[in-house]
């Protein structure tokens, strides 16, 4: 199985800067995706960013230019650099792992989660 252990939520004011990072550890094959997403009170769980093994990205359009995702393949750990944060960025924030098993099986972890709130 795979664990993910993430952190560094916690509140900002508005226009400040966070940095999250999640590190996978267990059964790790070498193609994989780990992305973050994020899901609001009352609202469904949404992706905020995801990065390839290889390094391919992709991000929500509400945080263009504002957040960058990056990773290393080393430590098997992402990071989320979070800046010009806004009060709609306020969320638990949860960490994804997808790869494919040995029997060619599509398989996801989370981790717990962790809270970002940008309050004034």
């Known amino acids: 199985q795979v664990r993910l252990v993430e952190s560094g939520g916690g509140l900002v004011q508005p226009g400040g800067s966070l940095r999250l990072s999640c590190a996978a550890s267990?059964?790790?094959?070498?193609?994989?995706?780990m992305g973050w997403y994020r899901q609001a009170p009352g609202k469904q769980r949404e992706l905020v960013a995801h990065v390839t093994s290889g390094g391919r990205t992709n991000y929500a359009d509400s945080v263009k230019g504002r957040f960058t995702i990056s990773r290393d393949n080393a430590k098997n750990t992402v990071y989320l650099q979070m800046n010009s944060l806004k009060p709609d960025d306020t969320a638990v924030y949860y960490c994804?792992?997808?790869?494919?098993?040995?029997?060619?099986?599509?398989?996801?972890?989370w981790g717990q989660g962790t809270q970002v709130t940008v309050s004034s």
């Open positions: 994804r792992f997808e790869q494919i098993s040995n029997s060619h099986r599509e398989v996801d972890y």
């Open positions: 267990g059964v790790i094959f070498r193609n994989n995706v």
